[in-house]
């Protein structure tokens, strides 16, 4: 008898407006419980990474003014959702960090993480998978327009350093924004290109963070030597105007008016760098193999790295990084592969992981983690990257001869068979055609010459 009065009542209460705010509030309701997992990643998140490629979830940082528009297209629960997986401390790390000092060569492994939510939350998505080094995105890499870096996401980036233990002078690379192009030559894009450039640096020197990686620019169709030449008075400038950060020069993989690919365009622009003590290089090893440089075998590697000292010079190597490749030795297509499952293969790795020179340097994988889930949606596996990190550090010290290594080598590369021979198809398809066209596999327009790679939100 109460129960039905009490339910009456109620019934009573509620009848002016029954059906909205039952349904918001069941919506938040199941936002809040739901656990953190990729397969449960926005949709609207996951097709913005496939419009320009795989790398690092970073391409789901919306700026605020993207997030508003959002919400104002659809239900607010929605938003609150996402917000609500933003800690991966939440949930169970994928993998402990190894204490660097336990492995035979000091080397500081990681991948890049998402800052989506604040570049804070970068710190605890690094320490989820046991990272030891890690790169990020310090704003959305896809604007020109953002805002300033948050009081309140600064402190807390701080604050999270000391505890997780980042030491963000050293293991921290910030990766630059793919609209900014430091060879721009028309005045008006080069002031927009140089104004995003240091703001980003800003941002560095404002968190405490040394290391900044970005890829050098487009010639336009002007020479290299001019590009180069604006590259670096663009990189007087911002040295002037900043005090600390070191900026990283990414070598690139060949293709169109790219600037990057050769060593000696590297040289060239250190060259004529004021300040030689803030400017050095970031070795992508896939963008090194797609652009002629061979790593394959000790004896291979060992002649890349000689070249890469004479030309350039060791003391400017400064981070990198670590990807397999795809597509075959020159072939100027950047595709980033898993390691061990491309042309690179597990031998390439071995010989990177016990080279000294490379100790103390940031490693940072920009591996493709996308894979179909059950339900055949595309989701984010970060679990490949947890792996990847325990892979690699298991390699130092590791007997190149042993039945452990020469096994799991094997192993790797069936896992990326179908795929390597898939881009050695294309590879041998274009090779063909230019020949009988004449030509020397030049890119053909443009846009396609100043794409990114399929990592970082890069596409090929």
Known sequence: ??????????????????????????KKETAAVEPESDADAPKAKVSKRKAVGTEPDDLRNLDPVQDKKQEAKKPAPKKRKTAAKKDPE?????????????????????????????VQNSIPNAAHIGANA??????????????PLADEAKTQF???????????????????????????????????????????????????????NFHPGSTGGASMDAA?????????????????????????????????????????????????????????????????????????FAQTMAEFDKIVGLRH??????????????????????????????RAFHSIMNHAPLQGLP?????????????????????????????????IGMDADSAEFNDKADELQAKGAAERDKIQEQVDKKADKDAKKGTKGKRKTKKKEDESCDSCGESD
């Open 363 to 395: 490693m940072v994988l920009e591996t493709p983690i996308d894979e179909k889930g059950p339900d055949g949606k595309t989701v984010e596996n970060k679990q490949i990257w947890a792996d990847e990190i325990k892979l690699l550090e298991s390699l």
């Open 158 to 212: 701080h604050a999270l350093l000391k505890q997780h233990g980042y030491d963000s002078r050293k293991h921290i690379l910030p990766h630059g924004s793919y609209l900014v192009n430091l060879a721009q030559a028309d005045a008006a894009k080069a002031t927009q290109a140089y104004d995003a450039f240091l703001d980003d640096l800003q941002r560095c020197e404002a968190l405490g963070i040394v290391l900044y």
């Open 1 to 26: 008898m109460v129960r039905q009065s009490s339910r009456q009542a109620a019934q009573l209460k509620s009848a002016p407006a029954e059906s909205k705010p039952p349904r918001t509030r069941v």
């Open 228 to 300: 180069c030449a604006r590259i670096a008075a663009q990189l007087n400038k911002a040295h002037r105007a900043t005090t600390s950060v070191v900026t990283l020069l990414e070598n690139m993989c060949g293709s169109g008016n790219v600037v990057g690919s050769r060593f000696e365009e590297l040289r060239d622009i250190i060259a004529l760098v004021d300040d030689q003590s803030r400017v050095g290089v970031c070795i992508d090893t896939c963008h090194a193999f797609a652009a002629g440089y061979d790593l394959r075998t000790p004896a291979a």
């Open 90 to 118: 939440d949930s169970m790390l994928l993998a402990a960090r190894t204490a660097v000092a336990s492995l035979k060569r000091a080397m500081y492994i990681g991948a890049h993480v998402s800052g989506a939510g604040g």
């Open 317 to 346: 190597l400064r981070a990198l990084h670590v990807n397999d490749s795809k597509a075959p030795l020159g072939s100027h297509r950047d595709l980033h592969a898993n390691i061990g499952t491309g042309c690179l293969g597990l």
């Open 134 to 147: 890690f790169a990020l995105f310090l704003k959305s890499q896809r604007k020109w327009a953002n805002p």
